[in-house]
């Protein structure tokens, strides 16, 4: 799933959860439920690739894709917490920071473990996209369809009604 559902899964769970614990548990949770939905996401030959090739070109390019998503999602969740009614203090934006980062964290470990390379990287990865993903085959990966789309635009739609409530 791309970076945006996540983050506006995790801002919902940190603003509507100001307990540390809870935020961690649910954001890591979220993050497994929605990688296991079927969606959409792009593939990164780039990074995926780099410990093996060191293709600094592709590497750049992969993380423009994913500095553009994020911030897509960072800008989404500022705009919805802006138009709110909610008066939202300091304490609960470093909450909404704090679920945004716990619900992305397994694919931050995943970016990590893919440029790092080596044995137990391998089988980080093979457990994040064997077990955790919708797609089993390589070839389907990175395929757009309809059910795919549609499951993050809603995710992305109910977070953003959460929010605004």
Known sequence: MVLIPHI?????IGAKT??????IILGLITHLILDKLPHWDYINH????????????ALFCDLFKILIDGLIGFLIVLLTLWFSSNVFMLKDLIFILLGIFFAILPDIFLFSFVIIGGNFSEKYINLHHQFFHTYKNK?????????????QILVIIISIIILFS
Do not use: W
């Open 8 to 12: 506006l899964a995790g801002a919902v």
């Open 18 to 23: 100001h307990n540390l614990g809870l935020i």
């Open 46 to 57: 780039g990074i995926r690739n780099f410990s093996k090739t060191k293709d600094f070109k």
């Open 139 to 151: 070839e389907k990966e990175g395929k757009i369809t309809f059910f795919g789309l549609i499951t």
